[in-house]
């Protein structure tokens, strides 16, 4: 696998559910710090939605605390995020970023295609 991959969108109706997963290639000799979720609504800028870091520190938007959370896992390289309580102005294209680090303190970050999440009321 060479890139970051989103899965895990669909259409849900207002209160539901849906889970984000996202999967980040290995890179060699880099590590990865951050792990982001990011969100775009049509004719909207992209937003960030939830931060976590290698230690498992979590950062939340405003607008999602309470009903969603992120996690990950360091072995396989995944991020997920638990949506709850959804609702329509949830409705965007979800993107997961990736920030690697090596031992230099070089970094990068990579984007993946993205996902639909589709909220109806």
């Known amino acids: 696998q060479e890139q970051v991959v989103e899965s895990g969108g669909g259409l849900v109706q207002a209160g539901g559910s849906l889970r984000l997963s996202c999967t980040a290639p290995k890179r060699s000799t880099f590590n990865i710090r951050n792990m982001r979720w990011f969100r775009q609504a049509a004719g909207n800028q ?64 990579s984007w993946g295609q993205g996902t639909q999440v589709t909220v109806s009321s």
């Open 46 to 109: 992209r937003e960030l939605v939830a931060t976590i870091n290698s230690a498992g520190s979590t950062n939340y938007a405003d607008f999602v605390k309470g009903r969603f959370t992120i996690s990950r896992d360091n072995a396989d390289y995944t991020v997920t995020l638990q949506m709850n309580s959804l609702k329509p102005e949830d409705t965007a294209v979800y993107y997961c970023n990736v920030e690697y680090i090596d031992s230099d303190g070089f970094g990068f970050a």
